[in-house]
């Protein structure tokens, strides 16, 4: 298995600056810029930038940091991770990418989803009653601008579309992909709209998403739609030993996901419990090694294409996550493809 794509994801976690305060958004979103430059040295495939409206996080608009990128990058793929379709206009997000694709030379891929955030939906003036209702229509029409070179539309939750031209149209091909957080119903609507499935492993065995997998590639077959790649998005920290590692990421993952958890009432995040994620779950935390190989596993185990390290968890300091970059990109990257050929 030679064909693998391995990349990033951030969503811009508002980091620790030098004196041990919280960095103000505009510098993180500089560090995000140069962060992904570096990946880019490196040769690393992809960067996706997460879209969210909170005080935690500093990207609210992928796109346009995404524009600062393709300026000083040469061949670093351009996405989101993800943008929150629903809370957005079709028409605008595909015009926004178009753009994106044009000035980066074919280089962007946006990652569609609902989002794991609602604060979009009162900012924006949505219902969460149209939670479902929302992303359906607003995929449908996004796939349809991108293989349809003219868009006719009726539903719901927007003005219709009538024999419309969408402009700029795509110059070259942009590859799209739909965030899955875990639904059959959603694995199932990636195959039926023609787009490339995400899934993104934040917690538990990798493994345990391979039914996911095999329903897709099911649903393809059943409607007649090509297979096309499918990615897996997870967690991590690449240092010089497993013990760094653990030690750099714990109180940052702690405060990141005891805030979450006071917002949506899970119970509070222990050590014991971090440690598990670590050792068995969907955290990829370790020397390089250590995560080579359980790259390796999830990619082999699952069967499919592309992996995404989300980088940034919590408010990790910023020449923590470029040690990650530095040592995912020259070291974890040719050993994981280095295992998947038999080496």
Do not use: C
Request: glycine fraction near 10%; avoid cysteine.
């Amino acid at each position: 298995m030679s064909e693998i794509s391995l990349g990033l994801d951030t969503f811009g976690d508002v980091s620790l600056g030098a004196d041990g305060q919280l960095k103000p958004m505009d510098q993180v979103l500089r560090d995000v810029v140069e962060e992904a430059a570096y990946a880019d040295e490196l040769g690393i495939d992809f960067i996706g930038l997460g879209e969210h409206h909170r005080d935690d996080f500093a990207i609210s608009s992928p796109e346009i940091v995404l524009a600062a990128i393709a300026g000083r990058t040469k061949r670093i793929k351009l996405g989101t991770a993800v943008t929150i379709l629903s809370t957005d206009d079709p028409v605008r997000v595909f015009q926004r990418f178009s753009t994106l694709n044009a000035v980066s030379n074919g280089r962007a891929e946006p990652i569609l989803g609902r989002g794991s955030f609602t604060e979009s939906y009162p900012l924006f003036g949505y219902d969460m009653a149209d939670y479902n209702d929302l992303f359906e229509e607003k995929l449908e029409i996004f796939s349809r601008l991108l293989h349809q070179d003219t868009v006719s539309w009726q539903g719901r939750t927007r003005a219709p579309l009538q024999n419309v031209t969408v402009y700029p149209p795509l110059g070259q091909k942009m590859t799209t992909w739909v965030g899955v957080g875990g639904s059959p119903e959603s694995v199932i609507r990636v195959a039926r709209q023609d787009l490339q499935l995400m899934l993104a492993i934040i917690g538990g065995d990798p493994l345990r998403f391979k039914p996911y997998v095999e329903l897709y590639h099911r649903a393809v077959e059943q409607l007649g739609t090509p297979a096309r790649p499918i990615g897996i998005h997870s967690p991590g920290l690449v240092a010089k030993t497993d013990e760094e590692a653990r030690e750099r990421l714990w109180p940052h993952y702690a405060t990141n996901f005891g805030r979450i958890g006071r917002e949506r009432g899970w119970g509070p995040m222990s050590k014991d419990k971090y440690l598990a994620e670590v050792a068995h779950g969907a955290l990829f935390v370790g020397s390089v090694e250590t995560v080579a190989r359980k790259i390796h596993r999830a990619v082999k185990g699952l069967g499919v294409q592309r992996f995404d390290i989300k980088y940034t968890t919590g408010p990790v300091p910023h020449h923590e996550n470029m040690e990650t970059l530095k040592l995912y990109g020259e070291e974890v990257i040719p050993m994981v493809k280095d295992m998947l050929n038999g080496g």
